[in-house]
């Protein structure tokens, strides 16, 4: 019974160091990088003249994670792929929506310098040169309105000042004239009145 007692220890002994040993060979493949991965299983593979001889399940331990690393490369490169091409069709849509505002920007600076003039836009500058312009020609005819208007006005009082000289000269002159005619009369009916008595 001692003998089968030693024999259990030392198998539980043996088994616990393979034990500790597989999980300390299969804890590295199952964590790192493939690069430390690839190391420990050069490490832990031994020597055949030239060559090395590692365990198949070793190998096969690698070659899932190589594949899992793969696998999770290309899904994340896929993931990447598709959020680069949201993100290209959404600068896209901002550079669309970017050239609708700079045209509507270009639209609303333009109204802004212009004004609408009988249904026209015309340009501030060429707006303001218009009705300048207009103001300044109303200006000059109103100008020579009323130059013409006193220029006429002072004709008229000259005028009016010449007829009434010539009313009052006229009127001296009827005056004049009607004494004249007054004295001729009573001179030709005095030698009227000479020339009866001496008649008769």
């Not at 290309?74 to 949201?86: F, Q, S, V």
């Not at 970017?98 to 045209?103: G, S």
């Not at 006193?150 to 005028?159: E, G, M, N």
């Not at 000289?165 to 005056?175: G, L, P, S, V």
């Amino acid at each position: 019974m001692k003998n089968i007692l030693t024999l259990l220890m030392m198998i539980f002994a043996f088994s616990l160091g393979t034990a500790q040993q597989a999980s300390e060979n299969e804890g590295s493949l199952d964590g790192g990088t493939i690069e430390s991965q690839f190391d420990y299983l050069i490490s832990k593979s031994n020597n055949y003249q030239q060559y090395k001889v590692v365990r198949k399940d070793f190998i096969s331990k690698f070659f899932q994670n190589i594949s899992d690393s793969l696998a999770s490369n290309n899904e994340e490169i896929t993931k990447l792929n598709n959020t680069i091409y949201e993100q290209q069709i959404s600068v896209d849509s901002m550079k669309s929506q970017m050239m609708t505002l700079n045209a509507d920007l270009t639209q609303v600076n333009k109204e802004k310098n212009s004004f609408s003039l009988f249904g026209l836009l015309l340009n501030k500058v060429t707006y303001n040169t218009l009705m300048w312009s207009l103001i300044l020609g109303l200006l000059g005819a109103l100008l020579f309105f009323i130059y013409r208007f006193k220029r006429s006005h002072v004709v008229t009082a000259k005028a009016k000042e010449n007829l009434s000289k010539t009313k009052e000269e006229f009127d001296a002159f009827r005056k004049k004239t009607l004494e004249k005619e007054q004295v001729l009369m009573r001179k030709l009916q005095d030698e009227l009145n000479k020339n009866e008595m001496n008649m008769g």
